[in-house]
């Protein structure tokens, strides 16, 4: 083949360029994600949306949002991480039967539709089930997009793509404050606009990525597994180069990919949802383990407090003695931080590892949760007593903290969760597995976000001392549980995994023994070879030279 079909980019570019391309049209995903979890903190705000929704008022003299029924409030917000949870499910299905390019354009258009609905609706059962619909193209998209993009990347980018992704991700976070808060100055904040051109807003990006991503190639992966071997040594070639050692790179990867779809048709039985969440069929593999890792970090992300403060951070510097309007762009200013501070990552994640990353990022956030906690109860007894000096300055403390610990949160357990799933399923069930990662961030973000305006409406600033407790359980879960994935390959996942119990000690045992046992296992892993089988558990390998450039395997994110 010397060109793909039609008008395609990959045609034109190669390499870098191709690479860089593709990433932009996947950054335009990951910024709709970014913009969809920030936007509703902003229209929880707006008097027009809160009156015609029916879940509170606005106070005339201070000006403040009055909710009178706060289980309404959040189940509006948490029902779209009801949408995303299925979504997942269906977009992993779907992208394993008919490409990564067609999922993608599938899940534009449903969020495409769920938002529409969204900036038209008239009362809160039209926008409860907007949101589900839109939550269902956000599961969609966030199953398949980091899929395919790291499908496509080298092994020795991916960690800081995923990164750089969530930095995008947060800008999508900072403009849907910032766009809120200009907004909220039409017509003092009463005007319709306030919230419905916000929703609209979304509607931008995704209409770009359904129009661009039929003119980029298709993963590599999935074209081999649909029997286009031809097509895919093409994209591969202009992925990595088509004269030369690149090219011989290239063919070297194709015929890797060859061996593992070879194991996935064998296997594929066993690789439904059911047969991973419980490891059935999986042996020594103990998918089912890692299905529950994956979940449960996903729901642990979301309780150390990230949930409360992405759409209720106005909520918290009211609590902590802020009026409306300073609460508005001090959450904006805030998410700048925040922004910024995923930065982090990009340098810190393959040095120190996993664990460390989490471990020092849930000591962090702990600490400014409590603090945050305290001062904001300080300057509400202050408030209260009418010393209002007090009470500004107990008020910025707790500001303060906040910033902290959002800063913190995106420099560490912003991205491990999201990343951690890639690294430890095998490749025969990537899309599954990362689909497995998103179901457990909507269970998550949906359980919190519709506990939120409850607990923030009962027990104030109490709910953020029950964060800061989530994050000194997280240690020892972390430290017991999740295993060390930095600077293994994926077949040294499956030996990492192979332990009997899910004790952290019991896996770094079994995967020292195996290294000193059978020193040709883990060359071979290293190699990129099958190492843990099913059926036949721990495999013998004897050392065979191979290419050196075949010494890493595609981890996905």
Known sequence: MERLPGFNVANFLEKRQLLIAINCIAALSIFF????????????????YIDLMGFGYVDPVTEEPIITDSLLQGGIVSVYYLGTLFGCLGGGWVGDKVGRIKTIALGSVWAIIGATLQCSAQNHNWMICARAVNGIGTGILNAIVPVWATETAEHTSRGQFVAIEFTLNIFGVVVAYWLEFGLSFIDNGNSPIRWRFPIAFQIIPLLVLLAAVWFFPESPRWLVKAGRVEEAQFILHRLRGSTGEDRERADLELHDINNIVALESRESKKNSYLHMLFGIGSGELHTGRRVQL?????????????????????TIFRIAGFDTFKSQWISGLNNIFYMFATLICVFTLDRIGRRWTLYWGAVGQGIAMFLAGAFSKLGQDATANGDIGKANSYGAAA??????????????????????????????????????GVFGWSIGNGWLTLLCPVMFQNIGSTTLHIFGACNIVAIPIVWAFYPESNQRTLEEMDLLFAAP???VWDAEKTFARLKEEQPDLVQAARRGEHVVDPEAGIL??????????ESEEHVSP
């Not at 979940?295 to 403060?309: R, S, T």
């Not at 500001?399 to 420099?411: M, Q, R």
């Not at 013998?540 to 030279?545: E, F, K």
């Open 33 to 48: 994600f970014g913009y969809d979890q920030g936007m509703m903190g902003g229209v929880n705000n707006a008097k027009d």
């Open 294 to 314: 994956v979940i449960w970090l996903q729901i642990i992300q979301e309780w150390v407090g990230i949930a409360g403060v992405t759409i209720y951070a106005p």
């Open 399 to 436: 500001a303060s903290f906040v910033f902290i610990f959002t800063s913190v949160f995106g420099a560490t357990w912003l991205t491990v969760p999201w990343l951690y799933p890639a690294e430890i399923f095998p490749l025969q069930v990537r899309a599954k597995g990362n689909a497995w």
């Open 501 to 503: 119990t899910p004790w």
């Open 540 to 549: 013998a390998h004897s050392v065979t030279p191979k290419h050196e450039d």
